[in-house]
């Protein structure tokens, strides 16, 4: 099994920065990809960035320039650094690593989610 445990949610005002961090532990053969998603109220939940093995990223449009995705791949952790938040960027975040758990079989695990709130 592989556990996804996500940190550093919190609110902060528009204009603000916080950092996410997420660590997948457990049965992990090889890690694929670690992603951040994130569902805000009524709304489907939906990726703002990935990040592959070998460090390569894609961002939602509406973050670009705004937030990064790293990895550690020494420690199977993910940052999320978010800067100049906006009152749209209130979500819960997901941060979710597909992973080999032998040599064959992989799936995709998700953690809990942190709140991120943006005050208007």
């Known amino acids: 099994q592989v556990h996804v445990v996500e940190s550093g949610g919190g609110l902060v005002q528009a204009g603000g920065s916080l950092r996410l961090s997420c660590a997948a532990s457990g049965s992990i053969f090889r890690l694929i990809a670690m992603e951040w998603h994130r569902q805000a109220p009524g709304k489907q939940r939906e990726l703002v960035a990935s990040i592959n093995s070998g460090h390569a990223t894609n961002y939602a449009d509406s973050v670009k320039g705004r937030f990064t995705i790293s990895r550690d791949n020494t420690l199977n952790t993910v940052y999320l650094q978010m800067n100049s938040l906006k009152p749209e960027d209130t979500a819960v975040y997901y941060c979710?690593?597909?992973?080999?758990?032998?040599?064959?079989?992989?799936?995709?695990?998700w953690g809990q989610g942190t709140q991120v709130t943006v005050p208007s």
């Open positions: 979710a690593a597909r992973a080999y758990t032998d040599y064959q079989n992989w799936d995709q695990y």
